[in-house]
């Protein structure tokens, strides 16, 4: 069982920096990886970014590249989305998730970018 939670969400102005946490729990030695998606009102859950955890490789949305960036905390149970010059369009909640033999979901953390 693999619980996550997440934090960070808010409302920022356009051009700000938002950081978001992931921290899991439970058998976190069976996850192969983590990461985030959005949903933006009236859309489908997109991926923003992923983190293979052997290895430590990463993947970015073409939409986010340069501006996001995707890491691991000292505590191998945390993921953190680091979100700089941030865009009205970025405005969506947030869904962290970790891979195993199925997908675990967080809550989601909403992110506002007013113009």
């Known amino acids: 069982q693999v619980t996550l939670v997440e934090s960070g969400g808010g409302l920022v102005q356009a051009g700000e920096s938002l950081r978001l946490s992931c921290a899991a729990s439970?058998?976190?030695?069976?996850?192969?990886?983590m990461g985030w998606y959005r949903q933006a009102p009236g859309k489908q859950r997109e991926l923003v970014a992923s983190?293979?955890?052997?290895?430590?490789?990463?993947n970015y949305a073409d939409s986010v590249k340069g501006r996001f960036t995707i890491s691991r905390g000292t505590a191998k149970n945390i993921v953190y989305l680091q979100m700089n010059s941030l865009k009205p369009e970025d405005t969506a909640v947030y869904y962290c998730?970790?891979?195993?033999?199925?997908?675990?979901w967080g809550q989601g953390t909403r992110v506002t970018v007013s113009s």
């Open positions: 983190f293979i955890t052997s290895g430590g490789s990463t």
């Open positions: 439970g058998s976190i030695a069976s996850i192969s990886a």
């Open positions: 998730y970790a891979a195993r033999s199925y997908l675990v």
